[in-house]
């Protein structure tokens, strides 16, 4: 028995020094999300559609990640506009994507 509550106690630690650490990995991501939306918009505005894109497609994909780490209703909202807005800069359409972004912005700060 001895063994067997060694190995158990190992393993709870573990468990506690590893725990916090999904907590933060998805707030890395959406720091990283909010950095890309923010250069996405600065690019919108200046009319480089093709610039919004890339860096809403980069946003999107930490924002992703980070709803994966850990569900946010603010997070799905903003994944929500940042794919309009990847949708309408891949149409040229600089001035609606920004308006995605600006808004998808807005709720990733708010899931912070």
């Known amino acids: 028995m001895n063994r067997r509550s060694a190995v158990s106690a190992i393993g709870l630690g573990l468990a506690f020094l590893l725990a916090p650490r ?12 909010i950095s890309h939306t923010k ?13 919004l894109v890339v860096h ?17 209703p603010h997070v799905a909202e903003g994944i929500t506009h940042l794919k309009a807005a990847i ?8 001035d609606v994507g920004t308006t ?3 808004e998808a912005l807005k709720h990733l700060e708010m899931a912070k």
């Open 56 to 72: 809403a497609k980069a946003a999107l994909s930490h924002a992703e990640a980070a709803e994966k780490e850990k569900a946010n």
């Open 100 to 102: 995605h972004a600006e």
């Open 87 to 94: 949708e309408h800069g891949e149409m040229g359409h600089a």
């Open 22 to 33: 999904i907590g933060l990995a998805a707030e890395d991501h959406v720091a990283e999300a």
């Open 39 to 51: 250069e996405a918009i600065s690019h919108g505005k200046m009319g480089h559609a093709d610039q």
